[in-house]
Nanobody
Framework: QVQLVESGGGLVQAGGSLRLSCIHS????????MGWFRQAPGKEREFVAA????????YYADSVKGRFTIYRDVARNTVYLQMNSLKPEDAAVYYC??????????????????WGRGTQVTVSS
């Protein structure tokens, strides 16, 4: 069984930065693709970024490309989301997700096996 625990959310001014962390408690972290999704009030959960288990390729939603960076530390079983130049529209609950051996359709929430409880990101204008 895998547990994911996010941290690092908070309140930041527009233009500021935050780094989210997600610790993966299970074994074989390196066999999991890791994704970040977000959900704002009244909106559907949307894909933000993913790092693929084999090779470490990264993918981003167009809305965050160039501002957010996803990376993992295999030794620490942790995936990070560095968020720079934050905008008010980035405000949401951010969720970490893990999908074992996931390579295709990483942008689809249904492809992930495990989810964290989320961390709130608030961006003031």
């Amino acid at each position: 069984q895998v547990q994911l625990v996010e941290s690092g959310g908070g309140l930041v001014q527009a233009g500021g930065s935050l780094r989210l962390s997600c610790i993966h408690s299970g074994r074989s972290f390196s066999t999991y693709s890791m994704g970040w999704f977000r959900q704002a009030p009244g909106k559907e959960r949307e894909f933000v970024a993913a790092v693929i288990w084999s090779g470490g390729s990264t993918y981003y939603a167009d809305s965050v490309k160039g501002r957010f960076t996803i990376y993992r530390d295999v030794a620490r079983n942790t995936v990070y989301l560095q968020m720079n130049s934050l905008k008010p529209e980035d405000a949401a609950v951010y969720y970490c997700a893990a999908g074992r051996y996931l390579s295709a359709s990483y942008y689809h929430s249904g492809r992930y096996d495990y989810w964290g409880r989320g961390t709130q990101v608030t961006v003031s204008s």
